[in-house]
């Protein structure tokens, strides 16, 4: 079984499809991470002790008014109490984190390259006629697609790898 996956795997990076793939997604992360990060150059917000406090006594009302809300407005409540009093402003640049959450949308374009790669892996058996090769080898039909969907989950987890 690992003889086909392995097989399965050489066959997916010879072809130059699979490396157009990869440079497609590499020059999208590289691209999307330099204008993110040139579009939200932070600046650090003179007010932000005002904003903080304004917050907290906008969630303070919401306990009020919805008492089952109070655990998760209380630790915010703090946490800004904490910020304010330690002179800690918000966290004003583009981080890892931004980044992630940021490019979440993008990663469509692992899904859609990895379908891409498991129609070409069944479509290409037949075109070049290798399947009937498979076929009269000692091993079951399912173990020869289950190798193939094997292959096909690698490489969407590689492309997610790549991505992020």
Request: net charge neutral.
């Amino acid at each position: 079984m690992l003889n086909l996956i392995y097989n399965e795997w050489i066959k997916i990076f010879s072809r130059a499809g699979t490396w157009v793939m990869i440079g497609i997604l590499g020059l999208t992360m590289v691209g999307f991470a330099f204008l993110a990060n040139h579009f939200s150059a932070g600046e650090s917000n003179p007010h932000w002790k005002q904003e903080l406090q304004a917050e907290n006594a906008e969630l303070k009302k919401e306990i009020k008014e919805n008492p089952s809300l109070k655990d998760g407005y209380k630790e915010t409540i703090t946490l800004n109490d904490y910020r304010i009093e330690h002179n800690i402003p918000g966290d004003t640049g583009y981080t890892v984190w931004s980044y992630v959450t940021d490019s979440a949308g993008f990663t469509i374009l692992t899904g859609l390259f990895t379908i891409i790669i498991a129609a070409g892996i069944v479509a290409n058996e037949f075109n070049w006629g290798t399947i009937k090769l498979l076929m009269i080898r000692p091993l079951s039909r399912f173990q020869i697609l289950l190798s193939k969907y094997i292959t096909v989950l690698l490489f969407g987890f590689l492309l997610l790898f790549i991505y992020l």
